[in-house]
């Protein structure tokens, strides 16, 4: 997703596109067939697969990522003065690196509780089911919190 999000030649994003598309069908759809489709219909596949993605797997790695931090996301609704104050340099903005960084330390961090707890190699929890990873993360984070509680 990082070289999509830095990609901004029209043929390389379409590559991307349909790389993805190839993947997540574990490559049961050919390169052939993917070419034959309009560009419209290839980035309505890629919108698609990124919006199951982001409801499915993003939502529980955010979740993750606020039990563990402690603090929950509050989604900024901005002001009339943020076009002032990004002029003048009193709201820094977020890089995509910096966004990049933070999803890899939370992922980081649900391997550790999944290598700790599960007692699996690292091997064994990247071919793990991710749905059902992200699943025992959250059970798992939630019945420590519990424990804690309790002592």
Known sequence: MELISNTNEENDLLYLYSAVIRVVFNDRIEEE?????DVAEIVNTFKAIAEIIDASVNEKIR???EMLS????VEDQGSAFDEYD????????????????SYRSALDNILQICIKNMRNSYKDCLESDLSDLLDYVVFQVEYDRETQAKE
Request: hydrophobic share 25%.
């Open 86 to 101: 990004r002029e003048n340099g009193y709201i820094e903005e977020q890089t995509q690196e910096e966004v990049w960084e």
């Open 70 to 73: 402690g603090s929950p996301q």
């Open 33 to 37: 067939e993917i070419e034959q489709l």
């Open 63 to 65: 979740a993750i990522s």
